[in-house]
């Protein structure tokens, strides 16, 4: 099953495009144009920050959009400065995205910490869909460094539960400012009031198209469980949307059954 397919079947769906206009790269757009330095930058073709080859090198390679994810981070692991760049126009924007639905300021920093943190961890790169493919550590890098930020945010010894706080209760300037339709806000706000895992393998699963094996890399839980949570997950956010009273009960049953029944 494909990316665009798993994003076809998240549970706002029959409402004009919902999940794509709200998608990561929907809002690293938002939020990246223009010229800006820093890690906008590099996506819009500012060299990264990567070891280079040096001239003339035999070894060096042309990349272009054929090219894998998994071939792309193990040459950049190995000073391709090309490879580097190509990886994070590719998927630069989806990080971006990640932390521009869940943090009020540093997002540039907290990307290319996530790239560098991915480039120099110690796990094997694995197929697209597998717990350890270079999506998989991508997020599960971003992840941990949201984690953190959060953490040194609340000055508090006690790491933050992903499995209980929220957006919403962590991050106080967050606001729907990157939504281009009421949908769209209302359907930010409420993922933001989810517990942080929550939050997360929604939009990994039905946004990035990402499989349960490569969630459960990124939250560090069996796949059964993951499975289990993105349930709970569907479920909580369908009551936090008739909270809103924006949209009606039956619309919403009515997504979220018809989600159901493809997970079948």
Known sequence: MTGHDLRERGPWRGDGGLAERSSGVHVAA???????????????????AAPVRAAGDATAMTWDDESSDRALLEAWRGGDRAAADRLI???????????????????????????????????????????????????????????????????NERPVDPLERSVADLEHGMSERVAAHDDERRLQRALRQLPLDAQVALELHYWEGMTVAEISGVVQAP????????????????????????????????RMTEDERRSE
């Open 223 to 254: 796949e059964p469980l993951v499975e289990e949570r993105l349930a709970e997950a569907r479920q909580r956010l369908r009551a936090r949307l008739e909270q809103q009273e924006q949209l009606t009960g039956h619309t919403v049953d009515s």
């Open 89 to 155: 126009a590719r998927h630069g924007p989806r990080v971006y995205g990640f932390f521009a639905t869940k943090v009020a300021h540093a997002v540039d920093e907290l990307c290319q910490q996530t790239f560098a943190d991915c480039v120099a961890g110690p796990e094997p790169v694995e197929a697209d869909g597998a717990r350890n493919s270079v999506r998989g550590q991508l997020f599960a890098a971003a992840r941990r460094r949201l984690l953190d930020h959060f953490g040194r945010a609340e000055r």
């Open 30 to 48: 938002e939020q990246g144009s223009g010229s800006g330095s820093g890690f906008r930058g590099m996506m819009l073709g500012r060299p990264a």
